[in-house]
C-alpha cells in the first residue's frame, strides 16, 4: 500500500464529470479518480476550509464517527474493475476494528475531515496511476491537464442523470 494525498479536485465542464487526483508524497505517482460532481464539491469544500451553514452527507457521517466514539484510521483504494474504484474504511473504537465498503470519493471526502489518511493498493497503482516517465512526447494529455489546471465549483450539482462514472 502507498499513502497518497489529495493532489487536485476539478470538474470538466464539457464531460459534466469530475475527477480527483491522488498522489504520493513526492508527487511521482498519480491517480485520476473520476467521481460526481457532488462528491468533488464536498472535497474540494474541505481542501478549501469553507463550511455550510447545514451539515452535508459527509458532515453528518463524520460527525456520527466521533460522536458515537469511533476513530477512521484510514481509507484504502483497494480495487479497480472495469474502470470502477473500490474502497475500505477502517474504522476503530477500543479494540474494536470494522471494515466497509465505500465509494472512493465518499471515503477521501470522510479522510478529510477526520484527518485519517489515504491508501492505495499497490495493485491499483499498478492498473491505473500515472507517471511523468510515462507521457511520451505524442501523447494527449493536453485535455487531461486543462481538467487539472482548475478547480470550478458550482452551486448546482448535477443530478442523478448525469453521465456514468468510473467509480461505480
Partial sequence: MVEMFVYRVAL????????????????????PIWIRV???QAIAMELQGETSPRPYTHDLLAAVVRDTGWQLDRVTVTDVRDSTFYALLTLSRDDEVVETDARPSDGIALALRLDAKIYVANEVLAQAEIRPDMITPGDDVEAFQRIMDGVQITDHPMDEESPPNNEG
Fill in 12 to 31: 470538466d465542464p464539457e464531460q459534466g464529470t469530475a475527477v480527483v487526483l491522488l498522489t504520493d508524497e513526492a508527487v511521482q505517482r498519480l491517480l
Fill in 38 to 40: 457532488f462528491e468533488a
